[in-house]
């Protein structure tokens, strides 16, 4: 052992760390797979000296010590190397002698990431499996009298609305006028959320976007897919695959000079425009692209210069109140393609949900509004923002339905709600129980990366390191080495898979519901909660 | 599931044709309540086309406090007709006081009133006195209408129109909606008996309707004070035909697309698509989502029906010129007109809408696949 003056306040051990990594000499063939696939580097090889006591028979001979050397694992305790539990090292071990556990109590790794004064930052999820929407069950189940349709052989219309929706009389008035009805999207309720061209590979996107696209062209489902602030590619945008993405628009503005440009020779409108004031993840602050990400291509789509950091603004920096901002940038945005796409802002979920909203309602050029819930995921986020800022989704969401349900407008503005939902793997049922609580649709963007891809990421701080463009699966990485560990056409055919397995699983929730012709939004009748704080918060039945 | 019969003919009928009809149907429903919904009356009431009816049930304290009402309002009663059964009630129904069907003289200052605005008020009082009643159940009101009778009551159609002796002369109709009920999903209550009514329209339905909430949500939400009850999930197909014919100024051939619109793809197929798309999009809480037969009647007097999008209840319409009669199974139709010709009888399928006019000479089918009328 080193002597004590060498030990530091933030000299870890093995113990202290939240992984420890488990090695077993018996099965370890030295071929190093291990050592190189690990993202933060925690494993070395290690060269260990060993001592065997050697006492033979008699007392001729004194006892003495024999030295052997063997080698094997180092796993690294400083806090820049500390182990991030992903499992690639178990994955690629042909042997199976080494595996990462969780350590068994709180780590005290926690208290020493700040190193330099840097709090920890980090990508994934707020650490905490806890889900108000996992505990809602669907309680109304037709019997007797009108039994449950049949899931399997029905006719189902899951679509739903993307669009200011006009009032029947106002519809009627406008139309006897031949004046100008707002644009209205007829789309799958599931939408693959904003992940940017940047937070994401380039492999991952286009995965993404084959994936959607087969499933609009070959599947008939209307499945949308949201950008993120970072652009598009050019060649997306010129393309007839715009109609199926939703361009997100930023305080950054990273990639519109592109997309402006681009305008002039677009074959389609995109299916709509979403102006991201605030995400679930990290509310009340603006997006983040660390440096390590921002390669040439990022760079040339977003317009700006290599390898530094893109953090955007809390707001936007030309607007003073969200009044001004939703007015003029809604406005403008709906100008710019000729008033034929719906344009609507993103919001963190957040107790003053309910102020934006009540602004939407006066604003007839408001295409909906998406909330998204602390349970959201980012790229890139302080840790104290993701763990411990912003508002759960479900009571903020049903806030939202009922008082649009008070002013009359419930169909007029849409509700598209995010932010965990799936996060514990149960991806239908909590998208359904949102849109009985009121939500038109449900985006998701967690969900899709893990079934789609693979993201090993998870609500246990698991891996998470997608802000440093080490993803180990190419998920996340702008390092073409780890992008092509993604085979996007596999992306492409999970998130098929995904879709129809989806689109299966809410049928088995509506169909016994006895409910098919549209979709249930706002149906709260059919839920039910085994927690009576919870069914009074959210307005429905308390069950036990 | 409920039974439905409606007749429509030139003759007034008693409304005993109606319950015997559903007595035939009556393995299936189980006998918990009945409603009759009676218009273009007949028998005495034949006078006073134009005064307005006041149907519904008064404890003996509810009938004082009616007058009191009334008579403030300056509404004078023209003709009465009043129920006191002195036998025993039979299983199931509660004993009641009065059974009160009264015809009222307009107040004097009413003159020169709007029609709508007329049909505003009545409706008003109709509520008033429901919301009085509601707390001792000393009044239950089931209409306020000029040349409208409803009769309500939980029991056994049979047995109750027998109890209540329907079968009396003074009372008889042109065109007559009865239900008999199987109360399965909510409680039982009288509110919740077929057929409903709102400002001279009336429906009845059977099946059970998933979407009722969001409906219910969006009704009351449009600040109309009709739009109020909601005992049972059917009341909302009254008043989705309410809102559609009276706030929106659409005709009967739009409910269908209102209730049940066509699929996204197969508007695109349809002559109208475009309004059609609209429409759907801007009623889209209005979607009802069960398996439903639904009968009706409108303040032309017209009957019709129409089925949910999947068609899984039967419904079956068929006469003569003169007389038709609407039923959710054909056995009803059998008993109330056995001499007809039934190859000419129609079953609607999921697209179809049926009706008869007051005149009551042809049933007339359209499809949700047919041009519109243009908008006026």
Known sequence: ?544 | MCRLFSITSNEALSPIVAINALNVMKEGHDGSGVGLFLTDLGGEFEKFKNEPILSGIFSNEGIKALDRFMIDLDFMVKYKLSFRPNRPTPPGTPKRDNYVIRVYEYPADWEGFSQEDIQFRLMMIQLRLREMGEKDQSMLIFSFWPDVIMIKEVGDPLTVAEYLGLDRKELSARTILSQGRQNTNYAIDIYACHPFFIQGMSTMTNGENTAFVPIREFLMSRDFPGYAGYQSDSEVFAHILHYMHNKLGLSMEMYKHIITPLKDNELTRHPDGGLLRNLKQSCRPLIIDGPNCVIGCLPDKSMFMVQDSKKLRPGIVGGRPGIFAFSSEMCGLDAAIPERDINLDYQPMKYETVLVRSERQEIVKWSQWDTLPPLH
């Open chain 1, 1 to 544: 052992m080193e002597p004590m003056g060498h030990i530091t306040p933030s000299t870890l051990s093995t113990k202290d760390l939240p992984w420890q990594i488990l090695w077993d000499k018996e099965k370890c063939t030295l071929c190093g797979s291990c050592t190189t696939v690990c993202p933060v580097r925690a494993i070395d090889l290690g060269v260990h000296r060993k001592r065997s006591l050697q006492v033979p028979v008699g007392l001729e001979t004194r006892p003495g010590n024999l030295f052997s050397v063997y080698h094997g694992i180092d796993q690294r305790t400083d806090p820049a190397h500390a182990c991030v539990g992903c499992g690639m090292c178990t994955m690629v071990c042909p042997n199976g002698a080494i595996l990462p556990v969780h350590g068994d109590e709180i780590d005290k790794l926690r208290f020493h990431v700040n190193q330099g004064g840097e709090p920890r930052r980090r990508g994934g999820r707020r650490n905490t499996t806890d889900s108000v929407l996992d505990k809602i069950k669907f309680i109304r189940i037709s019997m007797l009298t009108d039994p449950a349709l049949d899931a399997g052989r029905h006719e189902f219309e899951l679509r739903t609305l993307l669009g200011r929706v006009l009032p029947p009389e106002a519809m009627l008035k406008v139309r006897r006028k031949e004046g100008w009805i707002p644009p209205v999207r007829e789309i799958y309720p599931l939408v693959i959320g904003s992940m940017s061209f940047g937070a994401l590979s380039p492999n991952m996107w286009e995965g993404l976007q084959m994936g959607v696209a087969y499933l609009n062209e070959e599947m008939g489902m209307p499945v949308r897919i949201c950008t993120g602030e970072g652009g598009c590619p050019p060649r997306l945008l010129k393309s007839r695959f715009l109609k199926y993405v939703i361009l997100q628009i930023a305080s950054g503005y990273f990639g519109w000079d592109e997309i402006i440009h681009s305008l002039p020779k677009m074959k389609e409108d995109p299916c709509a425009i979403e102006i991201k004031y605030g995400q679930g993840a990290k509310p009340g602050d603006g997006g983040l692209l660390m440096w390590y990400k921002v390669n040439k291509l990022i760079a040339a789509i977003r317009g700006v210069p290599q390898g530094v950091s893109l953090p955007s603004p809390p707001t936007h920096q030309t607007k003073y109140s969200i009044e001004e901002a939703v007015a003029k940038m809604i406005q403008s945005m709906s100008m710019a393609w000729g008033f034929r796409v719906p344009v609507y802002p993103k919001i963190s979920a957040t107790s003053t949900a309910m102020a934006v909203l009540n602004n939407l309602t006066r604003n007839p050029y408001a295409a909906g509004l998406a909330i998204d819930g602390e349970d959201g995921g980012t790229g890139a986020a302080y840790n104290v923002s993701m763990d411990h800022m912003g508002h759960p989704i479900a009571s903020n969401l049903r806030d939202a339905y009922l008082t649009l349900v008070k002013l009359g407008k419930q169909n007029e503005i849409p509700l598209f709600a995010g932010g965990g939902i799936g996060k514990n793997g149960n991806l239908a049922a909590n998208a359904a129980a949102l849109i009985m609580l009121g939500a038109s649709g449900v985006q998701t963007g967690k969900y899709i990366m893990q079934a789609a891809a693979g993201c090993l990421g998870s609500e246990t701080d698991r891996c998470n390191i997608c802000n440093i463009g080490l993803c180990p699966k190419g998920i996340t990485s702008q390092d073409p080495r780890l992008d092509r560990r993604l085979d996007p056409e596999k992306v492409a055919q999970r998130v098929v898979d995904m879709y129809m397995s989806f689109d299966t699983e809410l049928k088995k929730i509506v169909a016994p519901l006895g409910r098919s012709t549209s979709l249930p939004i706002g149906m709260s009748d059919a839920l039910g909660i085994n927690d009576a704080d919870a069914a009074g918060r959210l307005n429905i039945k308390y069950v036990l």
